[in-house]
Every structure is written in structure tokens, then in C-alpha cells.
């Protein structure tokens, strides 16, 4: 891509009404466009991160048998009010609306219920489980504030998965490989070293529910870490925990972090109030058991953001970056620009995902562009460095450049 | 994909609620799972073919320089209200919801208003245009009725795309532009030879505006075509078209037909109704151009169900289909087992997206299946099939089978 041809532009002021500086980053480099307060839009460059984000975790939940789909965004009142879940009182989230008739229906903030009344027509016996399902859902929840960027939004895209089981037994398998699918995914993030599965509350059939926190100065989350032992716990649940591990308090760093995931296991509760049962082997009908695993993509893309950004702008580890390489062409003179070119053809002939920098611009103009996108990878093509018979490379996370050839980029890249 | 490992089965029976013949077939199959009326889930089978179709419709956007993005179904009221659409008097399909503060805020219908409002920010003289983006949102209709199963739900997918131009010459380059590129998305998706560009009502600056008309039995329309000259016109405006184009209304055919895409020519309504401006090459402020570019994802794709279907089920396209192979394993044995296993996996090889149907189930409920899904080939290993040394082939749309190699299979389906 051209950066002549984007249609953001970059900001050097963020807006005043921004105070995350997830959002402030995005929305300066554009990334993230602000249609209200929580509810952000995505344009070409932030679609490309959080597609590359979804493809990861689509990945990963494919190699355990997740199955996708996509459910909706309207639900009816009927599905939520077995659960007790269509009250406000017990869900503050809802946003809800009328049908022509009057009649009432909201507008998804989770998908437990609805998965289960879809499932009832499909799955008859025990032979039909277990059975894993999983979508990239955008859900709507009416928080009352929203000032954490894409980190908590009003309108957010969402990975759920949820998965049916017969026993609790093969619940728990299941459910302990999904938690090493999920540390695979915060691996290929780039969030691996700081994500801790963790204790926390709200577990429904244990005293703990897990919580993926990565530590993150602007998370909402105090953790009690102990690295060495790979144990995390949240605050909440400190001193339960601790009891429960057998550690001693002391032995635990105190740092703020964000959820980037959390899974749930419901045991045969959503069953049971719903009335949705399986033929057993032996004829009876039997509860299914529940669990539910969510992602938050947009809000893994704040995270990123807010943990890696330095003075001068967002910095996206390489398999999350909308582009690899940003290409700085410097000078408008007819072989600068034709050499700059033919670079451009090359990398993306060996399927390189190129920013091209072909504007009319200064220097410093584009150097600071490179730097608040956060492409991880720079290039310059200048007079200099043809006169050289090298290249001007830099990695953005990095404080020099270095002089090396096509080939030496080639191999960092490829 | 093995069959065994869907979770969807197949349905004798039509829900007896459902009178559209795409949903009915769409639910037996289990592409679909009805929510309630007008809003349907997308199974993992339903996914994989609103994905074909979205890709296809991707690439000939990228093809005239579409950027794609993802604008937000929460809408807050003033961007609505400058152009008076916020009222459900002019437009009356809203969803309408609430904030906690009691602000009402709409649920995305279209986004034409909401484009402009965003372009705005990145937007500041005519160097910056014309510009071109789109979208597959999930767009949310308050229909009063919704008794045409995919084809108009109260959700469905929409590919969005809206241009932003100079000036008006400049605009009916780029919209004839689509309109080529739009005809070859029908023609990919198996609609060409019945698909035309049709002069219907509503230009806002013409007298006419353009629908893409599919000749379609199920259809809301009616049509009048005549093939050899590739001319159509919409019942609504058949005596001022026949008129203008100075044709014998006599010479032409009535046909039943649905609208498969809609474009629009805004002109700078928009612009000088929400008062946003660039400045132009002489320093004058100079309004924007605007024209937007819809084609119903899902509505399509209940196009293409009711066109090819025949008395045994769905008959998808190549392009469409969500596997393009289904093979038929008959019987348990351990060598035949072997044999359709070993095929399986030389398909599979080849990038060939196969559903293989491993069940110990009698032959014909096996190939009832295959019917029903609509899988454009088939192919059968049995106990006959190696003593024959062949295969048995038949195209879905085809009545009878034949005797073929595996190596003939391949290049079919290569």
C-alpha cells in the first residue's frame, strides 16, 4: 500500500475527549476513528490489525475443534428469561429495542443462552457430544462509562467459544486444552512472557473462575504474580488463594494488569435452567455441561498498544502489524523514486506487506509517521544510500539504524 | 470435513413457521438456525458460503480501489438528524436504543451519513479525493413483516461501499466503474446470464436509479427485459423508461425478479446537508460528491438457493459452495474404509475442500444428504466401486452418474 493512496491521515494532537492512551495512539495514527464514547470505528489500517488478530486466534481454536460460526445480534427476550439474565437488575449491560409489535428484544451482550437453545435442536444424544463452536461476534454492552479506549467499549469484537460436554471429566480435558490454546495465542501475540492464567472470582462451579491478565500499567486488574512459579492472582481473590496454593503472600509482585481473556466453566447450570437435555447411554436424560471462552480482540489490541507504545508511538510486535515494512523513500528525483520502486515490487513479490512512504513530504515527516503507525520494520531509500549500495534499516522498536543490503532485509523479513 | 464430526444435521421437515423456500431448505440443511422472524444464524456450513461470497465481493471492490474498513452499528442520533433521517416518519426501519443517560442512539441501518461524518476528519481538500471505502456490516432493519427468510431480514450482512468525489464527471467514471465490477460479482457467483442492470425509481439525481435485478421466481419485483439489447426495467418506472430509451414496451418479457444490488448517486446532497466541504483547487470551499454501493450478502445468497434449487435441495455453484466435493463412503469394512480415507486425503492434498460423509448410515440417506446440501460434485467409494477399479461421479446439477479414475476426478475439480 501506498500511503499516498490511505485515506487516514495521522494527527500530532490527540482529541481532548480521549483520555486512554490506547485510543489517543490509534486515533492520532489512524487507526481507530471515534463515533461516541466506547464506540470506535475501524478503518483500512486498524481492520488489517484486527484481522491478523482474529486469524491467530482462529488458528488456535481450529486446532481444538472449535467449529465457527456467527449468531446474532438480536436476541429474543424468551432466550435470557429462563436464566433470570433478561433483567437489568441481574445484567446492567443490556441495550434493548421493539419490534414493530411492540414487543421487546435485546441486542447481544454474550451468547451463553442463545448457544444452547441453537444447540437443543441439533444435539439429541450423548453420541452428538462433545461439540465446541466458536464466533467472531461484535456485542453491544450499555456500559455506563467508557473510558478506556477500545479497551472497554460499548461495541466491541469479541471471540466466544463454547463447548458441550457430557461429562464433567471431559469438560475439565477439554477446558485445560483450551487454556493451552490460549497461551499459545497470547504467545503468538507477543504478550506471551507477561500473560498469566489467574485465580479470580466468578466461578461458577469452583471457588475460582481463570482469567488471562497480561501486565499492563494501564489495566484495570491488580495481580499478585509469582513468576517463577508461573501463579498469578487477582486481587480479589488474594487471600482465598493463597490459602488454597499454599504460597506465602510475600513471595508475590503486586503489578497492575488487563484481562485479555477469561473462560468460565458453567457446569450443567445453563442446562438444567433451560431444560435442555441428552439421551444417555442408558436412556435417561441427561444435563450438559457448559463451558464458555472469550476473547476480546478489539480489547487485545489496546492492550497491545498500551504495553508496547513508547514516546513516539505505537509499536506492533510483527505478527499483529498491519504492514511489515515501512518504506521511506527519500526525495522526489527520478532514480530515488525509481529505485524506491522497484524495492517495493521486489519485497512485495516475496509477499511482504508493504507501507510504500511514496509521499512529497519531509523527512522528519515520515520518520515520525513510521513511528507513531509502529510498523516494526523501517527502510530508507535515499541518494545516500544508493551512492552507498545500501540500505537505511531500523527496527522501530530499537534506538539505531543500520546500513545493510537487499538481501540482509530480505532475510530479516521473509 | 468429515460428516460425522458436524454438529448441524440435516431435517426432514421444514419448520412449519417458515414459507420462504431459501429458509426452508437453508434450515433443513442446517446452513441456517432461525432466531426468530427475519433474524437467522449462520452455521458453520452457512458461514463458509457467506465467506465465498464475501470474498468474491472483496476482491472486484479491491479490484476499483475499495479500502475496506468497519464502521460501528451504534449510531448516535445527530449524525442522522442534519439529513432528517433520523425520524421514523422518513425512515422507518430504525432500531432505536438507550444509554444510560437516556440518550437515545440509533442501530445501524445504513451508514451513508455516518461515512461522511468520518471522511470529514481525514478529508481536507480536493487532493484528498476521490476516495473509495467499504464494509460488510451486519445491518439491523426493523421490517414489519419478515416472511422472506434470508432475503430480507431484520439482521443480514450488507457489503456497503461509498465513494467521495470532486466532481460529478468524476463520480460517473468511478460509478460506471462499479458497475462493471458489479456485474462481474454476479457472474462469479453463477447469476450472470440472469442478472441486469435495471433502471428503478429513487435517483436522487437522475430520474432513475440502478438495481441489480436477478430474473428469480421467489423475487419482490417485476421486470421487463429484453436479453438481446441487455435492457431492464423496474415495473415502477416502466412508462418513463420505455420512453427514454425509445423502446416498444411489446418487445419486452415479464419476468419475476429480486434485487440482488443497489447504487445510489447521492450527488452533493449529502455534503451540503451535513455541511461538510473541501477546500478546492482555487481556495473555495466545494462540496463532495457522494455515491454509495450495496450488495445484500445474505440476501444473495438466498438468491442463489431459490434459483438453482430442485425437488431434492440446494444446488450451490462452484464458487459458492462450501465444499466442493461430497464423498459418499459405502459400507464399514475395513478396506473400503481405507480406500475412501486414502482419497479423502489425496483430495485434501490438493487444496480441494471436501465433505466426507464417514457415517455408518444406509446409502440413501447419504446421498438424500448430499442432495439437500447442495454440493455441486459427488463422488462414491464402495466395495462395487473398487472391484470396478472407478469411482461413481455426478454432478449435482446433473441427473445421472458415471464411471470415472481418480485422476479424472482431479482434474474436474482442479
Known amino acids: 500500500m501506498k500511503v499516498s493512496q490511505l485515506f487516514t491521515k495521522t494527527r500530532k494532537q490527540a482529541p481532548a475527549d480521549e483520555t486512554a492512551k490506547n485510543a489517543q495512539l490509534l486515533i492520532r495514527a489512524g487507526y481507530v476513528y471515534k463515533v461516541m464514547a466506547g464506540v470506535y470505528a475501524y478503518t483500512p489500517l486498524g481492520l488489517r490489525v484486527l484481522e491478523n488478530i482474529k486469524q491467530i486466534v482462529r488458528e488456535e481454536m481450529n486446532a481444538v475443534n472449535g467449529q465457527e460460526l456467527i449468531m446474532t445480534n438480536l436476541q429474543p427476550k424468551e432466550t435470557w428469561e ?70 472497554r467499549g460499548r461495541e466491541f469484537v469479541m471471540k466466544d467459544m463454547y463447548s458441550l460436554h457430557n461429562t464433567a471429566e471431559d469438560l475439565d480435558e477439554y477446558y485445560e486444552k483450551v487454556k493451552q ?16 492464567v489467574t485465580f479470580a472470582s466468578g466461578g ?20 499478585y504474580v509469582h513468576r517463577e512459579k508461573n501463579i498469578a492472582v487477582n486481587e480479589e481473590v488474594l487471600d482465598d488463594a493463597v490459602k488454597e496454593l499454599g ?69 506492533w510486535p510483527d505478527n499483529v502489524a498491519p504492514y511489515r515494512l515501512y518504506l521511506v523513500r527519500i526525495g522526489q528525483g527520478e532514480e530515488v523514486v525509481a529505485e524506491a520502486d522497484k524495492l517495493y515490487q521486489t519485497l512485495r513479490d516475496k509477499g511482504i506487506e508493504v507501507l510504500y512512504d511514496d509521499r512529497d513530504a519531509r523527512p522528519g515527516e515520515k520518520f515520525a509517521d513510521a513511528d507513531l503507525l509502529g510498523i516494526p520494520h523501517r527502510v530508507v531509500v535515499s541518494e545516500k544510500t544508493m551512492t552507498a549500495g545500501k540500505l537505511e534499516y531500523k527496527a522501530r522498536a530499537e534506538a539505531t539504524s ?10 530479516k523479513l521473509v
Chains 1, 2 share one sequence.
Not at 428484544?105 to 443462552?113: D, F, N, P, Q, T
Not at 461439540?131 to 473510558?147: D, G, M, W
Not at 490454546?181 to 498469566?196: N, S
Not at 441427561?286 to 509499536?315: C, N
Open 82 to 151: 429462563t436464566t433470570t439474565r433478561w433483567s437489568d437488575d441481574v445484567v446492567d449491560v443490556w441495550f434493548k429495542t421493539k419490534l414493530k409489535d411492540e414487543s421487546e428484544i435485546g441486542l447481544a451482550w454474550s451468547h451463553e443462552e442463545a448457544i444452547m437453545e441453537m444447540m437443543q435442536q441439533y444435539i439429541e444424544s450423548y453420541k452428538d457430544l462433545p461439540t465446541s463452536v466458536y464466533q467472531f461476534q461484535t456485542k453491544l454492552r450499555n456500559e455506563l462509562r467508557a473510558k478506556s479506549g477500545i479497551m
Open 181 to 196: 490454546a490460549y497461551l499459545r495465542v497470547y504467545d503468538r501475540l507477543g504478550l506471551g512472557k507477561d500473560t498469566f
Open 204 to 223: 461458577a462451579f469452583t471457588k475460582f473462575s481463570h482469567e488471562f491478565q497480561t501486565i499492563c500499567d494501564a489495566g484495570e486488574d491488580i495481580l
Open 402 to 411: 543500520e546500513a545493510i543490503e537487499v538481501d540482509a532485509l530480505l532475510a
Open 247 to 315: 504460597i506465602d503472600k510475600s513471595e508475590l509482585e503486586k503489578v497492575k494488569s488487563a484481562e485479555v481473556g477469561n473462560i468460565f466453566n458453567f457446569g450443567t447450570e445453563k442446562s438444567e435452567q433451560m431444560n435442555i437435555y441428552v439421551t444417555g447411554q442408558d436412556g435417561s436424560q441427561q444435563p450438559i455441561y457448559l463451558a464458555s471462552y472469550g476473547i476480546g480482540i478489539t480489547r487485545v489490541m489496546g492492550v497491545i498498544v498500551e504495553k508496547f507504545a513508547d514516546d513516539h508511538g505505537i509499536v
